[in-house]
Nanobody, 119 residues
Framework: QVQLVESGGGLVQAGGSLRLSCAVSGSIFRINVMGWYRQAPGKQRELVADITSGGSIDYADSVKGRFTISREHAVNTMYLQMNSLKPEDTAVYYC?????????????WGQGTQVTVSS
């Protein structure tokens, strides 16, 4: 069974920093993409950043220059370093993994961790 375990969320003041971690366990054929998504109340879940197995990275425009996604391949752990946090960053943050070989790819999701940024 594949499990994604997140940590690092919490309450911070605007301008502060948080580092989210996502540890992946269980048998996976291959991890194609790992990413972070977030969802604020009343809004759709949106991509924050993702990284492919080849190292290609994509960021949402709203977080470019402030957030950094990284991955430790040897331990299947992904991180999201969040700096210069804004109240608009308040959301539940989810870890996501796209894994497997076509046509058996599957999306795995973490439980979500709350990030709250005060004014």
């Amino acid at each position: 069974q594949v499990q994604l375990v997140e940590s690092g969320g919490g309450l911070v003041q605007a301008g502060g920093s948080l580092r989210l971690s996502c540890a992946v366990s269980g048998s996976i054929f291959r991890i194609n993409v790992m990413g972070w998504y977030r969802q604020a109340p009343g809004k759709q879940r949106e991509l924050v950043a993702d990284i492919t197995s080849g190292g290609s990275i994509d960021y949402a425009d709203s977080v470019k220059g402030r957030f950094t996604i990284s991955r430790e391949h040897a331990v299947n752990t992904m991180y999201l370093q969040m700096n210069s946090l804004k109240p608009e960053d308040t959301a539940v943050y989810y870890c996501n993994v796209l894994a497997g070989y076509v046509p058996h790819e599957h999306d795995y999701w973490g439980q979500g961790t709350q990030v709250t940024v005060s004014s």
